[in-house]
């Protein structure tokens, strides 16, 4: 059931505009009112051209002609019983030209917006990443680590096909994941001794400070928020009843612990050497399931395969 509702959050504008089109494809062989039929053709086009873009605009567009004109063979007499018949072969072509052009200029107009919007995009996560490298500018073990986080959850996020949307919410939470740390002391932070019991405490809080910090931005960052304060929790922290209930922990959460794990495992920390990244690997592996979720950990071990192979 969840692949489902991924299938059809992913692809929900394509599937509404096959669903407006079989109703009009319908309604070409059923309907008698030849001007409500060619109107109605007007709906799946205009739909197509602002959700998916130019190209499938006028794909969608050419398709309706193509129905109307097998169906004007078909059932000539609706099309072509009633009138002079150059009036109602003028009346279908200028319809069909009108289609085209509208398609055309809504996928425009899509278009051009929507390289305006990865303008902003880029510039966004740009920022950002200026932020993360700052605040881990005064510290040598954990310099370039929300960069490193927040490139891996997206290379996982794209493995396991999110929706765009949710990827980029990934990447700007793996830039910003560790921003409560602002708040705790430089001395705890780079302790090299065992924290005492309010030390990790004070540690572990940082993903609530992060959290609180992000929500004063307003509304920018709100789907970021929620994978913030989770991506510290396991995949099976959350019980309810007598089974272990993981939705509570938002899955964007989940792809950045994986993340957040590898790299804090394969960096040099003052109390420990780094871990080979296979040995990671291995360890991440061996908790699927428990500390992390096995559809990420998947992803995780294919995004690693690829990395290895471009070496």
Known sequence: MDRVKQF????????????????????????????????????????ASYFLGRRIGILVALLSIVDVLICAMLFPHRFFGVGILWHNIVKLSSW??????????????????????????????????IL?????????????????????????AIAM???????????????????????????????AAALTSEEKELMDSHSVKGAYILTSVGGVLKEVVPIVIAHHKYFMDTIEGDEKDTRK????????????????MTTDR????????????????AKSGKQ????????????MSERVERG
Do not use: C
């Not at 994941?177 to 705790?184: F, T, Y």
């Not at 922990?249 to 804090?264: E, L, S, T």
């Open 249 to 264: 922990v938002p899955m964007g959460a989940r792809v950045v612990a994986v993340a957040d794990a590898f790299d804090a």
């Open 96 to 129: 069909s030209v009108f289609l085209f052009l509208a398609s055309v200029t809504v996928g425009t107009l899509y278009e051009q917006n929507e390289r305006q919007l990865q303008d902003l995009k880029r510039a966004y996560i740009g920022i950002l990443e």
């Open 292 to 303: 992390f979720d096995p559809e990420v950990v998947g992803a995780f071990k294919r995004v």
């Open 8 to 47: 059809i959050m992913q692809h929900f504008e394509k599937i509404l505009v096959g669903i407006i089109f079989v109703v009009a494809f319908l309604g070409t062989y059923l309907i008698e009112e030849v001007s409500l039929i060619l109107n109605f053709y007007y709906l799946p086009v205009l739909v």
């Open 132 to 156: 993360a490298k700052y605040l881990e500018s005064t510290d040598r073990y954990t310099k370039g680590h929300s960069v490193r986080v927040s490139e891996l959850a997206m290379e996982i």
């Open 161 to 191: 096909e999110l929706p765009r949307s949710q990827v980029d919410n990934i990447r700007a939470a793996g830039l910003l994941h560790d921003i409560g740390k602002i708040d705790i002391s430089t001395e705890v932070l780079g302790k």
């Open 270 to 285: 003052p109390y420990r050497k780094g871990m080979q990244p296979w040995e990671a690997l291995e360890e991440i592996v």
